[in-house]
């Protein structure tokens, strides 16, 4: 189908076209699209439109291009948010249908490093607890979760018994995350967490590192969560004053 009526930039309409296609199923999740030189005979433009075209998409996460092996179309992910909006893992995943689990890894007590010392502040620490696990949305992974809590707030024994660690800082330790500061990190291949993820080689994992704090400004809760890119979207709504 040429799209060349169009008065607009030829890559614009490459783009609009090739995500319709995929809306309407004609490209599937995870399908392998045309090569490029039966894409650009189909759409009737040049190949460099279409790799511009594809870069884009590439760069909005619809498709991922493999070098030497070809363009394949993204997943949707499962969950899609404002990062304005502060919801624990457990609460994005039953948001999005789907039914949360846990695979925990460790629990321990460590000692705080210097940069665990200053976060926690004006708290005087010297141990705190870990709690490395993974999430999962029926039973498939999403989230490489690395949480260091007040030790007196969590006990570990008991960690196993609720998927939320949100919920068992309020049942247990009485405290009631009201916000946090967040830092997002794009990664690339982590040679632990991606094989664990099930990810490609080429598939980007988005890392939010959370510093969790009471209305009463006490830092309690100290986060590195390394979602799937594919899985979740995060975006920010941005107001002029």
Request: net charge neutral; with cysteine.
């Amino acid at each position: 189908m040429s799209i060349k009526a169009d008065a607009r930039q030829l890559y614009l309409q490459v783009i609009d076209q090739l995500k319709r296609d995929i809306e309407n199923g004609k490209y599937k999740e995870k399908e392998k699209l045309p090569s490029e030189f039966e894409l650009s005979k189909r759409l009737g433009v040049s190949r460099a439109t279409l790799r511009e075209a594809l870069r884009l998409l590439e760069e909005d996460n619809v498709v991922t291009r493999r070098h030497g092996v070809g363009t394949f179309v993204n997943p949707k992910p499962i969950y899609s948010s404002g990062i304005e909006h502060l919801n624990s893992v457990t609460d994005m995943i039953i948001r999005s249908g789907k039914t949360p689990g846990s695979q925990y890894l460790s629990t321990e007590l460590v000692e705080a490093s210097k940069d665990d010392q200053k976060r926690f502040l004006p708290s005087q620490i010297d141990t705190l607890a870990k709690i490395e696990r993974v999430r999962t949305a029926d039973g498939e992974p999403v989230v490489y979760c690395i949480d260091k809590i007040l030790k007196e707030l969590i006990p570990l024994e008991k960690v196993h018994n609720q998927d939320s660690i949100f919920q068992v800082l309020e049942e247990y330790g009485s405290k009631h995350v009201s916000y946090a500061v967040t830092f997002i990190e794009p990664v690339g291949y982590h040679e632990t967490i991606s094989p664990v993820l099930n990810c490609q080689p080429d598939q980007p994992l988005l890392l939010l590192k959370q510093m969790h704090y009471t209305e009463n400004d006490e830092p309690i809760l100290y986060s590195s969560n390394y979602f799937r890119a594919d899985t979740f979207s995060f975006y920010v709504v941005r107001k002029r004053i």
